[in-house]
């Protein structure tokens, strides 16, 4: 079994494709798309209609939940542009997307961790920074949940762990941005250093899944363009650089 996982595409089309044609030339079994589909200053109609055509085993993350809220009055300023410009049939599949999904008997899909999605699963986020989760603090995120391989996403980051019993859980980075600050728990950044789309490819190999982390090239010049004429400078330059603006 050879699957490839996607996740946190945030709306970036030209990065979607570069990643969809890797993995046609690849070949896999199966694609899963962990959430975080369209928010963002870029394509989300013509990524939403793309991933619509793929049929992918997906789910929901944070932010399609929020852009499916009632308040727009107070919904964050990306997620009401991607609710502003979605038409009714990608609201409604947007709206069908599961938080949590098992595409095979034993492979879990969430987007945070199996009961929150704004929760990280392999990183922890303290007054001191953020750092890689320990295995005991990952066995208390995904409880009881009974799996040989536990797909996430959220973080942006590229990182696997194998536990104990031989379970892997992995996160495949993010397809869409490449860097980000957030206040949730704590003031903290998420950056990869370079603006290369990521994603990955699990293989199932003598009864052990195993991790290929891949990062792409793609023009992520035409996304830097397109958010900068939405006003959204930080994301400019996130999607040139992987790196945060500078702080004043």
């Given amino acids: 079994m050879r699957i490839a996982a996607i996740s946190d595409i945030h709306g970036n089309l030209p990065a979607l494709e570069a990643v969809l044609t890797d993995i046609e030339r690849r070949g896999v079994d199966l694609v899963v798309n962990l ?3 369209v928010s963002g200053p870029l394509w989300p109609a013509e990524t939403a ?11 929901s993350g944070n932010h399609e939940r929020q852009l499916l809220e009632d308040d727009l009055v107070h919904m964050g300023r990306w997620d009401r542009l991607a609710r502003e410009t979605l038409g ?13 999904l098992r595409p095979l008997s034993d492979v879990l899909l969430c987007h945070g961790i199996p009961d929150s999605d704004l ?22 995120r995904i409880e009881s949940e009974a799996a040989s391989l536990i797909l996430c996403g959220h973080s942006h980051t590229s990182r696997s762990l194998r536990l104990r019993q031989g379970v892997l ?33 699990v293989d199932k190999r003598e009864a052990r899944w195993h991790a ?19 006003g959204a400078m930080d994301w400019a330059y996130s999607l040139e650089t992987g790196q945060n603006t500078p702080l004043a």
């Fill in 212 to 230: 290929t982390a891949i990062a792409l090239d793609y023009r992520h010049d035409l996304a830097a363009r397109r958010a900068a004429e939405f």
């Fill in 119 to 140: 929760d990280y699963l392999l990183e922890t986020v303290t007054d001191a920074g953020r750092r890689q989760a320990s295995e005991v603090e990952v066995r208390r």
């Fill in 35 to 37: 959430g975080d589909l």
């Fill in 49 to 59: 209609q793309l991933l619509m055509s793929c049929n992918f085993a997906t789910i």
């Fill in 88 to 100: 009714a049939a990608e609201i409604g599949w947007l709206a069908s997307l599961p938080a949590t």
């Fill in 169 to 201: 859980v992995h996160n495949p980075g993010s397809v869409g941005l490449q860097a980000f600050r957030w206040d949730r728990p704590f003031a903290h950044e998420v950056a990869s250093g370079s603006p290369k789309a990521r994603y990955a490819i």
